[in-house]
């Protein structure tokens, strides 16, 4: 039986598709939405086990893509940040007559590090995972932190994400373990080179998950892709430099 996930549509225009990360829920979007909604018709999706979407489930990475598809407009740029990067992106790997251009936020095709490859380290995704069993409200509040840590306005950026992901249930823990594992085991590097529409790849360079070092690193799979580092962020850059972000989205959007 085919499932069915929360989505919010503001606006009008050329569609563009909102996914969120890892713990969070589409509600994180709602500055952004309101930013990009005067020019565009944007959607957010609440992933399978988050949010609004909280009584629903996904197995893996793929599964979570052919949900979102099955109620997303017929043609969108896809915009993903963090674990919804790796989602947008697998949906313009596999679905791509579904993307007209891709933009991924403070994202990793391989997100676990390893030998010559920076990312997350083993034992923090071991941890998280650990952790998640005691008590995962606390885990995704730590989380939050980390995603605004070394940014100047971290109090602020964390206490906004707060309010929003928490106006809305809170992910099956389930749904936490999924993402978890695609975090550790997914690796998209050798899909990158198959990306044929217009691709936008934004970071932070305060980011202690994805460090804006692997973008030159990214740059060698998509070679034809646009690169941008928000100076000022950390792993949220639509939080911390709000108007930026909405500015280089919206020039990136209309562009080509």
Not at 13 to 29: F, P
Not at 82 to 95: F, R, Y
Request: hydrophobic share 40%; charged share 20%; aromatic share 8%.
């Amino acid at each position: 039986m085919m499932t069915t996930l929360h989505w919010q549509s503001q606006g009008e225009g050329q569609d563009i598709v909102l996914i969120h990360g890892w713990g969070m829920n589409g509600a994180v979007w709602q500055p952004t939405i309101d930013a990009l909604s005067v020019k565009f018709r944007v959607h957010s999706v609440d992933l399978p086990g988050y949010g609004l979407s909280h009584a629903q489930s996904a197995i893996d990475l793929d599964d979570i893509c052919q949900q979102v598809l099955a109620q997303a407009p017929k043609s969108a740029v896809y915009l993903g940040w963090s674990l919804g990067g790796l989602v947008a992106t697998n949906i313009a790997v596999k679905h791509p007559e579904r993307v007209a251009k891709l933009i991924t936020v403070a994202s990793s095709p391989k997100f676990a590090a390893e030998k010559g490859w920076r990312g997350i380290m083993p034992k923090v995704l071991t941890d998280f995972t650990e952790q998640l069993t005691n008590n995962f409200k606390l885990t995704i509040e730590g989380f939050m932190m980390l995603q605004a840590l070394g940014s100047p306005s971290a109090r602020h950026d964390v206490k906004a994400i707060k309010k929003q992901v928490f106006s809305r249930p809170m992910p099956d823990p389930e749904a936490l373990k999924i993402g978890l594992d695609i975090l550790s085991q997914v690796d998209l590097r050798p899909a990158l080179s198959d990306i044929q529409m217009p691709m936008l790849r934004l970071y932070g360079r305060l980011d202690g998950l994805v460090p804006n070092k692997i973008a030159d690193a990214v740059s060698t799979y998509a070679p034809s892709s646009e690169c941008y580092v928000f100076q000022s962020s950390s792993h949220a850059p639509f939080m911390t430099e709000h108007e930026l972000f909405c500015e280089k989205v919206e020039s990136f959007v209309a562009n080509r």
